[in-house]
């Protein structure tokens, strides 16, 4: 049986429908009033609120790791664009980030956060060519779509819906489809690592003046953030170099089982 044979894309849509039920019952969802007014304001290697500038360092290391490991190898594998996308995304939400917190106000962070919507699009493109075997063209452009307009509704209407939309079904539909496809256990481990980071990292996000507090102002939650998603965006890159180097057969991914599962 074929991959595209097995897998069921009944699923996929319900999540869909799903969301965006959820996202027109929820109605407006507004940034918070004081979003820009961090716990750690303070100088520090030179830079203003140098802490939040300095920590997405590694983020844009580790985005150029996954762009120099492109360059590097031959990829036997038609989801090259996709792959391309998310690495490009994850340097430019490093340098996005840093840029915004040099100076934190709406129009900076319009670049925090579109290449982090675009780093949704390259992940829902590469897994989606890996488990269904078929061409993530028409997905990648459509997340591409999706991701530009929920930075620019939000920035002509406040409304964060389709920005914050895309992050949950890239959440929930990524282990779904490794889930569908049988994906071998090392690339849906590291996947779901680095579910689990970007998860704990909003959750310091929230606690960001009480983590200053507790840590006697040695570091703020938002710094945290950074560097749990950093750890999150290793892991995607980890199970990123897994699946471009892994050859499938005409069988699909359920021949990678006997291989490496």
């Known amino acids: 049986m074929s991959a595209i044979q097995s897998m069921n894309p009944a699923p996929s849509w319900a999540l869909f429908a799903l969301i965006v039920l959820v996202l027109l019952a929820t109605g407006h969802i507004n940034q918070l009033a004081h979003y820009h007014d961090f716990a750690d304001q303070t100088r520090w290697l030179l830079l203003p609120n140098g802490k939040d500038v300095w920590s997405n360092v590694g983020l844009i290391l580790i985005g150029l790791w996954a762009c120099y490991g492109l360059k590097r190898v031959h990829i036997p594998f038609t989801g090259r664009i996709s792959a391309y996308v998310l690495a490009s995304a994850i340097v430019l939400t490093g340098l996005g980030s840093s840029y915004y917190h040099l ?127 950093t750890m999150a965006m290793a892991c995607v890159v980890v199970a990123m170099r897994a699946m471009l180097q892994t050859s499938v057969s005409a069988n699909g991914v359920r021949c990678l089982n006997r291989k490496f599962g």
């Open 103 to 229: 100076q934190p106000n709406d129009f900076s962070l319009i670049w925090d956060r579109l290449p982090i919507s675009l780093i949704c699009a390259g992940l829902l493109g590469m897994v989606y060519q890996y488990t269904h075997q078929r061409s993530e063209g028409w997905l990648l452009s459509a997340a591409i779509v999706c991701a530009l307009l929920g930075v620019w509704h939000w920035h002509v209407s406040g409304d964060l819906r389709l920005y914050l939309g895309m992050q949950v079904f890239t959440i929930l539909a990524l282990p779904l489809w490794l889930w569908q496809a049988r994906a071998p256990r090392a690339i849906t481990m590291a996947l779901l690592w680095a579910i689990g980071f970007y998860i704990v990292s909003k959750v310091t996000e929230a606690l960001d003046m009480q983590i200053f507090t507790a840590t006697a102002h040695l570091i703020s939650g938002h710094t945290l953030k950074h560097l749990f998603a």
